[in-house]
């Protein structure tokens, strides 16, 4: 039965050889980080800042938005709560961003790069990051969404530094970010990938689209060989920086146990999921999960990649 397997969640995500990795929510505003907390999350490795916004057709001033994250922060003292800086455009419109008119909106002025048409309105982001951090006991660390260069990375750490934000990040949810990420992690502290976007840009398949569902699924051998070369570039060099997962990705158990077999470092998800991934990595020692990961790496399709790991994982067939 599901519940002899799923015990409750005791805010320790770690591998059945003791390896840790630990387990975080990603959150929407302060509500949801409240119930993260009583779900014993380790802390915040996604907050969708644009959600405390969505509908607003002006940009929230500093002070509507160090309230905003402030109640995010007060619910993690000593924990860490990863920012992600306003992330507009595509699926999630903010009318005061972003154009609605443009012909390819996935493609287009969205995330980061709203930084080219409309200066200012990060900076005041941070500084409101900033302040809200301020008063609370949270670890705050920041980063920037559809990051595709080095020089964007560059540019944002810069930023954080100007705000006097100690731990700069980009999200790896482009290809090309994926590839150059080994340099990219020279200029910032921590990556984190979106397999969200990462899975829609490799595969060229609208995430929105059902028709396409088929070839936008994280478990495209190609998008797992870029999460590859993602934690090979922090790898690489000697950095040795977090990489964590904060897409939807990181919420299935099996794909979890192929993430951390890949190296990834950190895995943030929907507050509900907690629970069976952490149980599922218990299951497994970190020699174990890289074999898992293999499997799934070399597989010639999604759907073998996903039959070979849940034939290597006896104890999914107990979750149900
Ligand atoms: C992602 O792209 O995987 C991600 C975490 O961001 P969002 O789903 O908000 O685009
Ligand atoms: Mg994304």
């Not at 941070?126 to 301020?134: H, K, N, P, R, V």
């Not at 569902?213 to 934690?231: C, D, E, H, S």
């Not at 890289?290 to 999604?302: D, K």
Request: with cysteine.
């Amino acid at each position: 039965t599901t519940s002899a397997v799923l015990s409750v969640f005791d805010g320790n995500g770690r591998l059945k050889d003791g390896h840790l990795v630990p387990l975080l929510a990603n959150v929407g505003g302060a509500k949801d980080a409240v119930k993260a907390a009583a779900a014993n999350a380790q802390g915040v490795g996604l907050l969708r800042t644009e959600f405390c916004f969505l509908g607003r057709d002006t940009e929230p001033t500093i002070d509507e938005q160090v309230e905003a994250y402030r109640g995010v922060f007060d619910a993690f003292p000593g924990k860490k709560v990863v920012v992600r800086t306003l992330d507009a455009g595509a699926d999630k419109p903010l009318p005061f961003l972003t154009d609605a008119t443009e012909p390819n909106p996935a493609l287009g002025v969205r995330g980061y790069r709203t930084d080219f048409t409309s200066p200012g309105v990060l900076e005041r982001q941070l500084q409101a990051i900033a302040l809200a951090a301020e008063g609370t006991e949270a670890l705050v660390w920041v980063m920037a969404p559809m990051i595709s260069t080095t020089d964007e990375a560059e540019h944002f750490a810069g930023l954080c530094a100007a705000a006097g934000l100690q731990i700069p990040g980009v999200m790896v949810e482009v290809p090309s970010a994926a590839i150059m990420s080994a340099s990219i992690l020279t200029h910032v502290e921590f990556v984190s990938l979106g397999t969200n976007d990462l899975t829609q840009y490799a595969m060229a398949a609208d995430r929105q689209l059902g028709p396409l569902a088929a070839l936008n699924t994280p478990w495209q051998p190609a998008v797992l060989q870029l999460i590859r070369l993602t934690a090979a570039g922090s790898e690489a060099e000697g950095h040795h920086k977090p990489v964590g997962v904060c897409g939807e990705a990181a919420a299935d158990p099996a794909l979890a146990v192929v993430l951390v077999g890949i190296g990834v470092t950190t895995l943030s998800m929907t507050a509900r999921s907690l629970s069976a991934v952490a149980a599922v990595l218990a299951s497994v020692t970190l020699a174990e999960a890289r074999e898992i990961a293999a499997l799934a790496l070399t597989a010639p399709t999604a759907t073998e990649a996903k039959e070979r790991v849940r034939a290597a994982l006896p104890i999914l067939a107990e979750l149900g």
